[in-house]
C-alpha cells in the first residue's frame, strides 16, 4: 500500500537512522554467514556452536527491535512518512502492507531458505500462519473502512493536503488531519505487533542452525 513520490520534509532523521541501520544489517548478516561456512553443512556441532549461534541470532534481534523502537518515534511524530517512505527502493515500495511488510511474508523466507522442516515445525508454522492471515485480514478490512469514510480524506490526499499547508496552500483544517492521522497511527501500531509477534513466534519454532 505505498503511496506515490510526495516529498516529506520530516524524512531525514529516520531516513539516516535506517540507513545506518541497514548498512549494521549488513554486517550481522555476513556474521551469520561466516558462521554457516565455518559449519559447513550447517550442523550444530556442538555447545560451543550453540552459544555462538543463539549470539549472533540475539544481535539480530536486537536490532530490530532497535528498528521498530526508532520507527514508533516516527509513527507518533509524523506517521504519514510511514506509508510513503522516500528511503524505500520502487520495488520496497511495492512490497508495502501498512506501513511495513506484510506479515505473512515471513512464512515465504522459511519456505524458500528452510529446507528440513520437521512435521512437527510444519504443524506449528500452519498454526501460526493461520492466526497470522486472520489479522491481515481484520487490519486490511479496517485500512479500507478507514479510506472509505464519506468525510475522511485518502492517505494520498491527506499527505499531499499537509504538505500544501506547510507550504500555506491549503486551508485543511486541523480536526481532520489529527482525527486520519490518529487511525492511521492506530493501523501501523497494530500491523507491527502482528509483524514482530508473527517472526518471534516462528523463530522459537525453528533451531538456531535453521534460523
Known amino acids: 500500500m505505498p503511496l506515490p513520490n510526495i516529498p516529506n520534509?520530516?524524512?531525514g532523521p529516520f531516513e539516516r537512522i535506517y540507513r545506518r541501520w541497514l548498512i549494521q544489517l549488513g554486517d550481522l548478516r555476513q556474521l551469520l554467514l561466516q558462521e554457516c561456512?565455518?559449519?559447513?553443512?550447517?550442523?550444530?556441532?556442538g555447545e560451543e556452536d550453540e552459544a555462538r549461534l543463539s549470539e549472533?541470532?540475539?544481535?539480530?534481534?536486537?536490532?530490530?527491535?532497535?528498528?521498530f523502537r526508532a520507527k514508533l518515534a516516527v509513527v507518533r511524530e509524523d506517521v504519514l512518512i510511514l506509508f510513503g517512505p522516500l528511503w524505500l527502493t520502487p520495488f520496497e515500495r511495492n512490497l508495502l502492507w501498512i506501513g511495513?511488510?506484510?506479515?505473512?511474508?515471513?512464512?515465504?523466507?522459511?519456505?524458500?531458505?528452510?529446507?528440513?522442516?520437521?512435521?512437527?515445525?510444519k504443524r506449528r508454522l500452519a498454526q501460526v500462519m493461520a492466526r497470522t492471515s486472520v489479522d491481515e485480514a481484520t487490519l486490511l478490512a479496517e485500512f479500507s473502512r478507514m479510506q472509505a469514510r464519506p468525510t475522511?480524506?485518502?492517505l494520498v490526499e491527506l499527505v499531499t493536503r499537509t504538505r500544501e499547508r506547510m507550504n500555506?496552500?491549503?486551508?485543511?483544517?486541523?480536526?481532520?488531519?489529527?482525527?486520519?492521522?490518529?487511525?492511521?497511527?492506530?493501523?501501523?501500531?497494530?500491523?507491527?505487533?502482528?509483524?514482530?509477534?508473527?517472526?518471534?513466534?516462528?523463530?522459537?519454532?525453528?533451531?538456531?542452525?535453521?534460523v
Open 9 to 11: 520534509p520530516n524524512t
Open 37 to 45: 561456512r565455518r559449519l559447513g553443512d550447517g550442523t550444530v556441532r
Open 56 to 67: 549472533l541470532i540475539s544481535r539480530v534481534l536486537a536490532h530490530y527491535a532497535e528498528y
Open 100 to 121: 511495513g511488510f506484510k506479515p505473512g511474508f515471513s512464512f515465504r523466507v522459511v519456505a524458500n531458505y528452510v529446507t528440513n522442516l520437521t512435521e512437527e515445525q
Open 152 to 154: 475522511a480524506l485518502s
Open 168 to 210: 500555506g496552500e491549503s486551508n485543511i483544517t486541523d480536526e481532520r488531519i489529527q482525527v486520519l492521522k490518529a487511525a492511521a497511527k492506530m493501523l501501523v501500531q497494530c500491523a507491527d505487533y502482528v509483524r514482530c509477534r508473527t517472526v518471534v513466534t516462528i523463530m522459537e519454532i525453528l533451531n538456531n542452525s535453521q
